[in-house]
């Protein structure tokens, strides 16, 4: 089955399904640090599909583990599942609805918190 892994920095709460938008707005807007986290999300995904030469299509599963600074600072990663999905559905063009996601591994220990973001193609 085709796959893919992007690995990103982690940014923070900024992302969680609790913060990514912005309160002012009464939660119709998506904060610019987290909208500008997605893009970038979407560029290097859509990247790396092109450069391994797979075409995206559905169902997906989607498994995100990370590495974090200390076990204080670990997200629960279900609450950055929305904000994943929203950036591969940029990526892919393809439904987040259309994704199942998975929790993936956790580390801790290191300085400069990331993600990884494994995208396996079932067909």
Do not use: C
């Not at 997605?38 to 790396?48: D, I, K, P, T, V």
């Not at 450069?51 to 629960?76: A, C, H, N, Q, T």
């Not at 940029?90 to 990884?116: K, Y």
């Amino acid at each position: 089955m085709p796959h893919l892994d992007v690995s990103v920095p982690y940014p923070g709460a900024i992302i969680s399904i609790n913060h990514y938008k912005d309160q002012r707005s009464h939660g119709h807007h998506t904060r610019v640090e987290a909208t500008r986290w997605m893009n970038n999300l979407a560029l290097m995904a859509r990247a790396e599909a092109n450069r391994l030469g797979i075409e995206v299509k559905p169902p997906l599963i989607i498994r995100l583990s990370g590495w974090f600074k200390d076990w204080r600072s670990v997200p629960d990663l279900h609450n950055l599942h929305k904000v994943i999905g929203d950036a591969l559905q940029q990526a892919f063009f393809v439904n987040d609805q259309l994704f199942r996601f998975e929790d993936g591994e956790i580390a801790v220990g290191t300085h400069d918190p990331m993600l990884r973001i494994e995208v396996e193609i079932l067909r």
